[in-house]
Each structure stands twice: as structure tokens, then as C-alpha cells.
T-cell receptor, first 116, second 116 residues
Framework: NAGVTQTPKFQVLKTGQSMTLQCAQDMNHNSMYWYRQDPGMGLRLIYY???????DKGEVPNGYNVSRLNKREFSLRLESAAPSQTSVYFCASTLIRTSGFLDTQYFGPGTRLTVL | AQKVTQAQTEISVVEKEDVTLDCVYE???????LFWYKQPPSGELVFLIRRNSFDEQNEISGRYSWNFQKSTSSFNFTITASQVVDSAVYFC?????????????FGKGTHLIIQP
């Protein structure tokens, strides 16, 4: 099992450019998440998808869009990148059981994005 | 809203010393989950432990131990006989929804430096 994979690992954009960060998991998890990590801020939730076909905003959704392509894949899109979006982006996934019991959330290796 | 506070921004100890990382959480939910993650200099997030709100048993795993006290809303992490490889940023996190579908709330992290 590869777990949670993310592409690309590094990216440099100019202000105004667009790009999509890709995330895939092979653990048959139903819920997927996108976080950003900024120095001294911990990780903050951007968007999440509780199940295939649903997406919801997290704490810091402005400037981002997401797509839950299928059960395995959850992409994050920056339509018009801004320097404030310079950050490390982490994708995560977990299994939420029908009982509501929460499994462990596993993280991908991260994408380091710089917007000039 | 939920909140996780890690008051110690940085801790530096000499190898073989014991060290405790503090975590205080706030939530009105009676069912919640607490986590600790390790982020080594390489940047990935490594899961360490998950604890349910209805299980207050302390846990020990090798040199690591966790003390969960609902009365003080704390979930502290102790490393016994620290080693240089323990140097990392450690995050405490909280999930409160019935299924954790809305992601984790992270503290800002504690940077642990183990000096040889």
C-alpha cells in the first residue's frame, strides 16, 4: 500500500497562475481532507470530503476549490494564486465507520508551494 | 468551536533527559478524539496515538507515554530517556464530530530539540 500520495512535491507559481494539487489514497478510506501548514500556525483545514460526492469548507477555504473525483482521489485547485497561498499543503484521509467511530487520519508527504 | 493549545513553542533538552509536551484542549462535545503527530525535519506527519474521550486510560509505548485527564482537559505526552532522533515538531490535535468528518483541529506545535 502506498497510503496517501500527493503530486507534485514542489511547485513555484507566479501570482495569478493556476494549478491543481493531486491527492490519492489506496486505503479504501471514505473521508479526505486538505490542510495547509504555515510557520507557527500548525495545520489548518481548507476543505474536506466526508464521502464520495460531498465536499465542505474548512477553516480557510478562500481562494481554493476542490473536487472529489472518486473514492480514491481528492484534488485542490488554486484558480489565481496569491503570495499568501505560499505554504505546505497536506492531504489526509481516514475511515469513518457507520457507527460514527473515527479511525486514524493519515497524511500524505506534502506539497511545498511558493507563489512569487 | 474547538481549540487546542500547545503553550510550549520550543523545548530544548540534553539527550537522556525526560521531557513532557503539554496539550490543553477545549470542546463542548462529550465525544471527541485526541491525537499526537510527529513531524521530523523531513516534513512528513507521523501518527503517534489516538485516544477517545470515553477512554481515560494512560498509555505507554516504549519510551513514549500519554497522560489523558478529562478533569483538566489535557492530553500530555512524555518521552523518557530522550534521544536525538526524537528531535521534531510535535502536534496535538482534536476531532469532535460524530465521525470526525470535519477534520482535525491542530495546536501550533512544540519544537523539541534533543541535544547530544
Amino acid at each position: 500500500n502506498a497510503g496517501v500520495t500527493q503530486t507534485p512535491k514542489f511547485q513555484v507559481l507566479k501570482t495569478g497562475q493556476s494549478m491543481t494539487l493531486q491527492c490519492a489514497q489506496d486505503m479504501n478510506h471514505n473521508s479526505m481532507y486538505w490542510y495547509r501548514q504555515d510557520p507557527g500556525m500548525g495545520l489548518r483545514l481548507i476543505y474536506y470530503s466526508a464521502s464520495e460526492g460531498t465536499t465542505d469548507k474548512g477553516e480557510v477555504p478562500n481562494g481554493y476549490n476542490v473536487s472529489r473525483l472518486n473514492k480514491r482521489e481528492f484534488s485542490l485547485r488554486l484558480e489565481s494564486a496569491a503570495p499568501s497561498q505560499t505554504s505546505v499543503y497536506f492531504c489526509a484521509s481516514t475511515l469513518i465507520r457507520t457507527s460514527g467511530f473515527l479511525d486514524t487520519q493519515y497524511f500524505g508527504p506534502g506539497t511545498r508551494l511558493t507563489v512569487l | 468551536a474547538q481549540k487546542v493549545t500547545q503553550a510550549q513553542t520550543e523545548i530544548s533538552v540534553v539527550e537522556k533527559e525526560d521531557v513532557t509536551l503539554d496539550c490543553v484542549y477545549e470542546t463542548r462535545d462529550t465525544t471527541y478524539y485526541l491525537f499526537w503527530y510527529k513531524q521530523p525535519p523531513s516534513g512528513e506527519l507521523v501518527f503517534l496515538i489516538r485516544r477517545n474521550s470515553f477512554d481515560e486510560q494512560n498509555e505507554i509505548s516504549g519510551r513514549y507515554s500519554w497522560n489523558f485527564q478529562k478533569s483538566t482537559s489535557s492530553f500530555n505526552f512524555t518521552i523518557t530517556a530522550s534521544q536525538v532522533v526524537d528531535s521534531a515538531v510535535y502536534f496535538c490535535a482534536l476531532s469532535v464530530s460524530g465521525g470526525g468528518a470535519d477534520g482535525l483541529t491542530f495546536g501550533k506545535g512544540t519544537h523539541l530539540i534533543i541535544q547530544p
